[in-house]
């Protein structure tokens, strides 16, 4: 199993940007896959995630309604969009999966691939 994250990089407030998890092993429609991010000298707090058997999509309060999370299940691949960036989601991102959607905990999920930066700056 892997994941690979990829997609960051430096943008100004307001903008946009997506992110990419590509994933080998095994199949995106099968298991929950997740993002998170760390800022530094911040916890890793929960961002997205998209759940494998129906495809239901859960976002953290600080996100919602700016970022979307997709999958390609054909490509195997989830997407990150993130619209109307703040300097505040300026962090690492990364993906990981899990059996299932189990909220934020990161105990809960037993895969992770390495990180992208995202940087949100004028």
């Known amino acids: 199993v892997q994941l690979q994250a990829s997609g960051g990089g430096l943008v100004q407030p307001g903008g946009s940007l997506t992110l990419s998890c590509a994933a080998s092993?095994?199949?995106?429609?099968?298991?929950?896959i997740i993002w998170f991010r760390q800022a530094p000298r911040k916890e890793r707090e929960g961002v997205s995630c998209?759940?494998?058997?129906?495809?239901?999509?859960y976002y953290g309060n600080s996100v919602k309604g700016r970022f979307t999370i997709s999958r390609d299940n054909a490509k195997n691949m989830i997407y990150l969009q993130m619209n109307s960036l703040k300097p505040e989601d300026t962090a690492v991102y990364y993906c990981?999966?899990?059996?299932?959607?189990?909220?934020?905990?990161?105990?809960?999920?037993?895969?992770w691939g390495l990180g992208t930066q995202v940087t949100v700056s004028s």
């Open positions: 092993g095994f199949s995106v429609k099968d298991y929950a």
């Open positions: 998209i759940a494998g058997s129906n495809g239901n999509t």
């Open positions: 990981a999966t899990g059996a299932r959607w189990a909220g934020w905990d990161i105990g809960q999920y037993d895969y």
